[in-house]
C-alpha cells in the first residue's frame, strides 16, 4: 500500500460511535454553525418517511443537531413528496428550483439544486431508498467536520448486504463501486484508494467547498466530487467514517450497467489527453430468436460550482 494512503487511512479513518447527537448539537451551536440534511429521491414512497421521521424526532426535536430535512424529488410518479412532507421534510421538486436553468435528469441534477434550495453551513447528503436508516449516520458524518475544522468533506464506509431472491447475504452490495469505481481510482487516482466506499450516497461537506466544485449529472455525481473535492481541497481534507451497515433498494445488473456508463464518462472527463470516450453504450436482451441490442446514451453533463451561478445573478458581485 502507498505510504500516503497508509497514512491518510490512519488520519481519516472515524468511527461513528465516537460521538453523540447532544454533543454535536453542542459543538454545533457553540460554532455558529448550521446543518441542513438532503435526501434525493426518485419515487421512494415506501422508505423516505421512515428515514425523514427518524432524523426529525432524533436529530431535531430531541437533539438540535439538524437545522432542516429537505427531500428534493426529481419528479417522483409515486406518493414521495406527500410521504416526506407528512414526516416533516421540506419538499422541493427539481423543476421549481433554478428554473431559469431548466432540468437535466437524474440524481446529481437533484443535489446540485438541493445547494440552491437549502442554506445549511454543513450539508448531508442521505439516499432515500435506505432500509433500517440509523440517525448514527448522520451524526457520523457530521463528527469529523463539527470536531476538525481541517476537514472539508466526510464520506460514509459501511458493509453493504446485497438483497437477493433467496434472501440478504452479508456482502456483494456495490456492484459498481468493487467492479468499476476501485479499480479506476486504483489506476488513475491512486491517491483516493483509501476510500473503502467511493459511491457511498451517504456523505457531508462544507457549503463552501459543495459550492466550488461541478455536480454530474446523473450517477456520476458521487465519483465527480471525489475526485474534484481532492483536487480543490487536497486529500487530507476529506475524510471517510464508519457506520456499520448500510442496507438500500438494488437496482438490476443493467441499470447498474447504465451507471457505470455514467460513472466512466465522469471519469475520463478527468484524465485529460485520454480522449473523448463513445457514450453510447450498448446492452442486449435475449429474444425468443436470439438477442436484441438496445443502446443507451450514457453521456453525462455538468452543472457549474454553484458560486459561478450566484455570482452570475448578482451581476458579477
Ligand atoms: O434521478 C434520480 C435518481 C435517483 N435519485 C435518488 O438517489 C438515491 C440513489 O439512487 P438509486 O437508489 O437509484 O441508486 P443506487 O443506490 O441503487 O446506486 C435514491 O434516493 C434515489 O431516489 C434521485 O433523486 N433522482
Ligand atoms: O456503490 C454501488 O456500486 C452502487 C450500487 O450499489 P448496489 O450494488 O445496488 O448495492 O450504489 C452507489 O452508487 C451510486 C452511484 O455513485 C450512488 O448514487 C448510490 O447512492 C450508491 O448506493
Redesign the pocket.
Known amino acids: 500500500m502507498r505510504p500516503d494512503v497508509h497514512r491518510w487511512l490512519r488520519r481519516r479513518t472515524y468511527t461513528a460511535t465516537s460521538w453523540t447527537a447532544a454533543d454535536l448539537a453542542a459543538a454545533k451551536r457553540a460554532q455558529g454553525s448550521t446543518v441542513s440534511v438532503v ?6 414512497e415506501a ?2 418517511g421512515a428515514i425523514v421521521g427518524v432524523i426529525r424526532a432524533g436529530l431535531v426535536d430531541r437533539d438540535p443537531l439538524v437545522d432542516e430535512v429537505v427531500v ?5 410518479a409515486d406518493r ?1 413528496a406527500a410521504v416526506a412532507a407528512a414526516a416533516g421534510a421540506r419538499v422541493v421538486d ?1 423543476g421549481t428550483v433554478l428554473p431559469s436553468h431548466g432540468r437535466v ?3 446529481g ?3 446540485w439544486k438541493s445547494l440552491a434550495a437549502t442554506s445549511g453551513d454543513l450539508v448531508v447528503f ?5 432500509v433500517g436508516f440509523d440517525p448514527q449516520y448522520v451524526v457520523g458524518l457530521l463528527g469529523p467536520l463539527l470536531t476538525d475544522p481541517a476537514i472539508g468533506y466526510v464520506k460514509a464506509l459501511y458493509d453493504r448486504p446485497l438483497t437477493t431472491t433467496e434472501g440478504i447475504v452479508p456482502s456483494g452490495g456495490g456492484r ?1 463501486t468493487e467492479l468499476l469505481a476501485r479499480p479506476l481510482l486504483n489506476a488513475f487516482w491512486p491517491e483516493l484508494s483509501g476510500f473503502v466506499q467511493p ?1 457511498s ?1 451517504e456523505y457531508a461537506g462544507r457549503r463552501e467547498l459543495l459550492e466550488r466544485v461541478p455536480f454530474v449529472s ?2 456520476g455525481v458521487e465519483f465527480g466530487l471525489l475526485i474534484d473535492l481532492a483536487g480543490l481541497a487536497g486529500v487530507d481534507a476529506l475524510a471517510q467514517v464508519d457506520l456499520g451497515t448500510r442496507q ?4 438490476s445488473d443493467a ?2 450497467g447504465r ?1 457505470a456508463g455514467q460513472i466512466l464518462q465522469t471519469a475520463m472527463a478527468r484524465r485529460p489527453g485520454a480522449g473523448d470516450p463513445a457514450s453510447q453504450l450498448l446492452q442486449f436482451l435475449r429474444t425468443t430468436d436470439g438477442v436484441e441490442a438496445v443502446s443507451w446514451n450514457v453521456a453525462v453533463s455538468e452543472r457549474p460550482p454553484m458560486t459561478t451561478v450566484r455570482a452570475a445573478a448578482s451581476g458579477g458581485r
Open positions: 435526501l434525493p429521491a426518485l419515487d421512494e422508505t423516505v428534493v424529488d426529481s419528479g417522483s414521495t427539481t435528469p437524474g440524481k441534477e437533484a443535489l442521505v439516499d432515500a431508498d435506505l459498481v459511491l450516497g446523473g450517477y438500500h433498494a438494488h437496482q441499470a447498474l451507471m
